[in-house]
């Protein structure tokens, strides 16, 4: 008892039946326990339904047998028990899908090896071992590690840790981490003016057709056949024989831009002295 043996309450639970045995079995060790005193000294140890448990079995095996039992034949029907298969299929599962969250490394550590013990049969290499609990990191610990490089499994978890510890010291000094860089991005000045193009209206109080996106006023033809001026066919908008001049400033039609009567009278003088700016560029264009 100076040795300070836990005891067992009897819970379905493979992980802590399994840690009671191996503290029990550490214990026979040190205190140099005599082999047949072992199972009495272990069943003194069993409370709630785990004595349940060895009171019904002792009667099932005889007060005989009871008194030269060994530690092995004890923790056969212990284990069977106390850890059913359905319990330890299920510690496999959780295996296969764990996965570091907002846990520490020395916790996912302590987690893996404790359901490790169950699977076996999953991770019958060292290698296996490294692969499996390099997936079960978080991906800005496993960015930095590479797992081939690692001999054993106690490797990799301190390479790990190192890691986290970084990560830490980063945080704390404000700083990103290399993955982070460059993520966050302000908009483009285009995106930013045809964003506010979109939100104003235009001149003369017209706004964009919601069909076509152009400025014009009444029937949208888009998708229609012939002109787009007079709606008929066998001829283009620019050929129109009904395409009256329309004024840029108002959107009225008999006018042009520079004749507009609601253009301010400088807007109107320089507007003339492009369109004869205009003509003369044309002229000589046509000479040429």
């Not at 040190?30 to 002792?58: N, P, Y």
């Not at 908008?237 to 001049?245: D, M």
């Not at 004749?259 to 000479?287: F, I, T, Y």
Request: aromatic share 8%; net charge positive.
């Amino acid at each position: 008892m100076a040795c300070h043996p836990t005891t067992y309450d009897g819970k379905i639970d493979p992980v802590e039946c399994q840690r009671w045995v191996s503290n029990i079995e550490a214990v026979f060790i040190r205190s140099r326990c005599d082999k047949e005193d072992q199972v009495m000294f272990a069943a003194g140890l069993l409370t709630h339904q785990a004595k349940d448990w060895w009171d019904a079995h002792s009667k099932e095996v005889g007060e005989d047998r009871l008194q030269v039992m060994t530690w092995q034949e004890f923790k056969g029907p212990f284990m069977k028990y106390h850890c059913p298969q359905s319990a330890i299929d299920k510690i496999q599962e959780d295996f296969l899908r764990l996965r570091q969250k907002n846990e520490s490394v020395n916790e996912i550590a302590n987690t893996f090896m404790d359901k490790m013990k169950f699977c076996g049969d999953l991770v019958t290499t060292e290698r296996m071992k490294i692969n499996r609990f390099y997936g079960v990191l978080k991906a800005e610990i496993r960015e930095f590690i590479t797992p081939s490089k690692c001999e054993t499994l106690e490797e990799l978890i301190n390479l790990a840790r190192d890691r986290e510890i970084e990560i830490k010291r980063q945080e704390e000094r404000g700083e990103k981490r290399p993955s982070e860089k460059g993520a966050s991005f302000s908009p483009s000045k285009k995106g930013k003016y045809q964003d506010q193009g979109r939100k104003g209206k235009s001149k003369g109080g017209i706004t964009p057709c919601k069909t076509c996106g152009k400025l014009h006023t009444g029937e949208c033809l888009l998708g229609k056949k012939g002109c787009f001026k007079c709606g008929k066919e066998g001829h283009s908008s620019y050929q129109c024989p009904n395409n009256p001049k329309t004024c840029f400033n108002c959107f009225e039609k008999g006018h042009i831009k520079s004749e507009c009567p609601k253009l301010p009278q400088e807007s109107k003088k320089e507007d003339k002295k492009q369109e004869g700016s205009r003509a003369k560029r044309e002229n000589v264009s046509n000479h040429i």
